[in-house]
């Protein structure tokens, strides 16, 4: 229906009348032939009606002077969707999607004219496949979802302690003893993905959350510690954290070796403009251990173990941008060395507490939202069971936490608005596909409306309604068959 579609269009002109169209998608622009089977398939899953590519029916019109990621969708005379971009016709589709009714004879949308457009570029999901096992099917599904929701990026956290999920030629030993995808269906996520304009950001996770990496290859990426100290400490949250889970900053070896993995996984995701290297909650103690970065500090003026963090995440950071693509990290790295890494570096703040949103800013990085409230989701945990009316509340250039060493519990961070926060991100971790489906795609929903349109347009009452139409359309298209 055009009153419910999610997010909320920007201008919408509702007029009196129903227009009808015979069962046919087709287009005037030859490189969006792709999207048009994309839309004939979508609307076959939902309606069990066969739709064919012909003209006479719904039209997808290239337009050069439409604006980049605009679109405009009039089903005033005929139906036809107009963009200048893949973006833009992609958003149209979603849009159209939602609209439409199809019967085994016609399809049919009540009259109206459409101009829309986003907000803020980077919209994201991001699902844990390292921890909790996720088949390959079930990703299309979240492909699927974020297509539906105008979510243009979907971040794939493949890699964590317990896993390295990603298939390697140049470290096949990472494959030997854990569930992984194949080569193969890589490609047919990638190819699924374009063909529903939704980029997979792949994660590379160093120096922390390696403990995979260096049981697999100790001899690339192990520290080198002496008189057998395994340099464990123990976390705010009391877990206890050894030296098997950090990568060593001061080896070539282990430099050399990350630049193997990342050059592979950039290959894998050529659509990609970025990669996520990881780059929080590491045991940077075990480093004062270990010989090799003791020598490294010494040798390039490195004062202390915080400033050899953010050289190493600058290193990492340096080789992503060699690749041609840029760096992407979760706040992480100290405020001490964050000279060392590359300004073109993007920073996802979720906890206000390592480095602050702000102080990124002030240092010339782009930020990414990704405040654990209300952005977060995490089963069985006290502290993860945010729903729609906390993200409908939120604001982009907000904020906040639940943890007492948060900066930004007592007194919620909020930045004027500006360009360099590009968007914000909703992060599910730890979750199995069952415990996570319906959580994400409400929340997802919530995130999309606030970030496609930064200013709140609809009370939570206002925006149940819409919402609890607009999901079923996504729940069925997402179905098994």
């Known amino acids: 229906m055009i009153n419910t579609i999610v997010p909320t269009p920007k201008h919408t002109d509702l007029k009196d009348g129903i227009t009808t169209l015979p069962l046919a998608i087709t287009t005037d622009y030859a490189p969006w032939k792709d999207y048009v089977s994309t839309f004939r398939a979508s609307l076959e899953k939902l309606f069990e009606t066969e739709i064919q590519e012909e003209s006479g029916g719904i039209l997808l019109h290239f337009d050069a002077a439409c604006p980049k990621d605009h679109y405009m969708f009039d089903s005033t005379d005929g139906i036809t969707l107009t963009a200048s971009n893949d973006d833009g016709i992609l958003y149209a589709i979603a849009t159209a999607i939602q609209s439409l009714s199809v019967s085994s004879e016609r399809i049919s949308c009540p009259k109206a004219y459409i101009e829309d457009y986003p907000d803020k570029e980077y919209r994201t999901l991001m699902v844990d496949l390292a921890r909790e096992w996720h088949a390959a099917y079930t990703v299309n599904r979240y492909i699927d979802v974020c297509f539906m929701l105008k979510i243009k990026y979907l971040h794939l956290h493949f890699i964590d302690d317990e896993r390295y999920t990603l298939p390697s030629r140049v470290m096949p030993k990472l494959n030997e003893h854990c569930r992984h995808y194949s080569f193969e269906e890589i490609e047919a996520m990638r190819a699924y993905a374009k063909a529903r304009g939704v980029i997979i950001v792949p994660e590379f996770e160093a120096p922390g959350h390696a403990a995979f990496l260096v049981k697999s290859y ?40 990350i630049k193997l993995l990342l050059g592979e996984i950039c290959d894998m995701f050529p659509e990609s403009p970025y990669i996520h290297i990881g780059g929080d909650e590491a045991n940077i103690k075990v480093w004062n251990s270990c010989s090799e970065c003791v020598r490294y500090m010494k040798e390039n003026g490195i004062d202390d173990i ?8 600058g290193k990492v950071a340096q080789m992503v941008l060699d690749y041609g693509k840029t760096p992407i990290v979760w706040e992480g790295f100290p405020k001490k060395g964050a000279h060392r890494v590359p300004k073109d570096t993007v920073v996802i703040a979720w906890e206000s507490h390592y480095h602050l949103v702000q102080d990124l800013l002030d240092a010339g990085f782009k930020v990414i939202n990704g405040s654990w409230l209300p952005l977060y989701i995490v089963p069985g945990y006290k502290h993860g069971r945010w729903g729609t009316e906390e993200i409908m509340a939120w604001n982009v250039y907000n904020w906040q936490h639940w943890w007492e060493h948060s900066v930004a519990t007592l007194n919620p961070i909020h930045i004027a608005p500006t360009d360099r926060l590009i968007g914000a991100q909703i992060s599910s971790w730890e979750c199995t596909y069952e415990q ?22 609809w009370t939570d009452q206002e925006f149940h309604a819409r919402l609890k139409i607009a999901l079923q359309t996504v729940a069925q298209l997402i179905q098994d068959v």
């Open 436 to 457: 996570e489906i319906n959580r994400i795609m409400e929340n997802l929903s919530a995130l999309s409306e606030r970030t496609w349109n930064v200013r709140r347009l």
């Open 218 to 257: 100790p001899e690339y990426f192990a520290n080198h510690l002496e008189n057998g100290s395994d340099a464990s400490f123990i976390t705010e949250d009391g877990a206890v954290v050894n030296a098997s889970n950090i990568l060593c900053a001061g080896s070539q070896t282990s430099l050399d070796s």
């Open 306 to 313: 915080y400033e050899l963090y953010s050289d190493f995440v």
